[in-house]
C-alpha cells in the first residue's frame, strides 16, 4: 500500500505514517518500498517505472558494467525491459555490429544513436507502466528467431522458483524472450535475491549465468539465496569485486574450463538441451559463444556442495 492510502486508512498524516513504517519494518512486520510498503516476502504488486528507477541506483550500474563484458562485437542477443537492462543498454552502444531484439522501448531509446547497432524491436501493445511492449504480438514477432543470449531483470530471484515478475504479461513475454535465446543471462541486484512475485519467467535450471552485486555483510537472505543457486548450477558474476572499475586490469572471473584451483560455477548450458545454433526454424543470427570474461568484477567464491 502506498504511504497515502495508509495515512487514509488510520486517519493520521503520511508524516506519522512513514515514522512508524519504519519502526515495523525494525521489528521484520513489513518491507519498505518507494511511496509505502509491502508485506514481507509477500507477492507484491510491481512498482512503476518512476520508483524502480530511483531504486538501488549504483548497484544496477555496476551490474551493467560488468554485464557488457559479456557481449562480444558482432554479437546478437535479445534484451528484455526493466530499468537494470536499460542502464545495459546504454554500455551497448559502443559494441560493434551488434544486434539487439528488444521488446523494451527504454531499451530501444538507449541504443537510437548507435551507429554501429542494429535494433529490432518486437510487436504488442504498449504497457504504460515500464514502457515495454507486451501481448500475443509482441510473443509472435520472437517466434522463429534465434540469438546466442537473453539478458533479462524481473522484480524477484530465488534457488526455488528462479526469475519472476508481478505481471502476467511481462511475464509472458520474458519466457517468449528465453526461447529464443541458447543461453540466458538474469541482472539482479542482492534486493530481489530471495523475493518471490506472482509470475515465473525463468525457472533456475534455464539460468546459464546471474549478474549481481556485492550483498552487504548483514544479508544473509542474499548470501543464503546465492550459495543455492550456486548449488543449482547457476554461475555468480559479482559486480563490485577486486579490481571492479578498472578495465585495464585483468579480469578475475575464472573460465568454466580452465585448470587448476576452481573458483567458479560450472556453466549449466547442457541442461537447456539447445546446441549451438539450433531450434526455431527462423533465422540463425549466430550461435552462442561461451560467455566472456569481463572486467570489473569476479566469481563468486561459490561452489555446489557435495552431496
Same mark, same amino acid.
Given at each position: 500500500m502506498s504511504l497515502r492510502e495508509l495515512a487514509r486508512v488510520v486517519q493520521t498524516s503520511e508524516?506519522?505514517?512513514?515514522?512508524?513504517?519504519?519502526a515495523l519494518e525494525?521489528? &521484520?512486520?513489513?518491507?519498505?518500498?518507494? &511511496? &509505502?510498503?509491502?508485506l514481507p516476502g509477500g507477492f507484491a504488486r510491481e512498482s512503476g517505472f518512476p520508483q524502480k528507477s530511483h531504486?538501488?541506483?549504483?548497484?544496477?550500474?555496476?551490474i551493467a558494467d560488468l554485464a557488457a563484458g559479456f557481449v562480444e562485437e558482432g554479437e546478437a542477443i535479445v534484451v528484455g525491459a526493466g530499468t537494470t537492462t536499460q542502464e545495459l543498454a546504454r554500455r551497448l552502444?559502443?559494441?560493434p555490429g551488434l544486434t539487439v531484439v528488444t521488446n523494451s522501448l527504454l531499451v530501444a531509446q538507449a541504443l537510437a544513436h548507435a551507429n554501429r547497432v542494429e535494433v529490432v524491436m518486437t510487436g504488442g501493445t504498449l504497457r504504460g507502466s515500464n514502457y515495454a511492449l507486451v501481448g500475443s504480438g509482441a510473443e509472435q514477432s520472437l517466434q522463429g528467431l534465434r540469438v546466442s543470449r537473453a539478458f533479462l531483470s524481473g522484480s524477484g530471484l530465488t534457488a526455488e522458483r528462479g526469475l519472476s515478475t508481478s505481471n502476467m504479461l511481462s511475464a509472458s513475454v520474458d519466457r517468449a524472450l528465453v526461447q529464443a535465446a541458447a543461453e540466458v543471462v538474469v541482472l539482479a541486484d542482492h534486493t530481489k535475491l530471495g523475493t518471490d512475485?506472482?509470475?515465473q519467467t525463468v525457472p533456475t535450471d534455464v539460468i546459464t549465468r546471474l549478474v549481481t552485486d556485492e550483498p552487504p555483510g548483514h544479508d544473509d537472505r542474499a548470501a543464503t539465496e546465492l550459495q543455492a543457486l550456486a548449488d543449482q548450477g547457476v554461475q555468480i558474476a559479482v559486480a563490485g569485486g577486486p579490481g571492479a572499475g578498472a578495465a585495464q586490469q585483468a579480469p578475475e572471473v575464472v573460465a568454466a574450463d580452465r585448470r587448476g584451483p576452481r573458483r567458479d560455477v560450472p556453466l549449466p548450458g547442457q541442461r537447456r538441451n539447445l546446441a549451438p545454433g539450433g531450434g526455431g526454424s527462423g533465422p540463425q543470427l549466430r550461435t552462442a559463444a561461451p560467455l566472456a570474461e569481463p572486467p570489473g568484477g569476479r566469481v563468486a567464491d561459490l561452489a555446489p556442495r557435495r552431496r
Open positions: 508524516v506519522t505514517v512513514r515514522r512508524d513504517v519504519r525494525a521489528e &521484520g512486520l513489513l518491507d519498505r518500498r518507494h &511511496g &509505502g510498503a509491502v531504486l538501488a541506483t549504483a548497484e544496477k550500474t555496476a552502444a559502443r559494441v512475485t506472482m509470475f
